[in-house]
């Protein structure tokens, strides 16, 4: 179960992490035009392992 868990967490990290990456880029006024795919793992990553040690915390207490 916790596998099904870890899957939807993943694909609602993904699209959040692009809304982020979105919303950064309009405040700064314009795109990263070189290092938005790593801005896009920065964030991606922070948020995934944070929230994969909440449900492996929740699943596993």
Not at 23 to 52: D, P
Request: proline letters at 2%; hydrophobic letters at 55%; a positive charge.
């Amino acid at each position: 179960m916790q596998y099904i868990y870890y899957t939807i967490a993943a694909i609602v990290l993904y699209f959040l992490s692009d809304w982020i990456l979105v919303m950064i880029e309009k405040k700064r006024g314009k795109q990263f035009e070189q290092q938005r795919s790593l801005v896009f793992l920065v964030i991606i990553m922070v948020l995934a392992v944070s929230t994969f040690k909440a449900i492996e915390l929740l699943v596993n207490p």
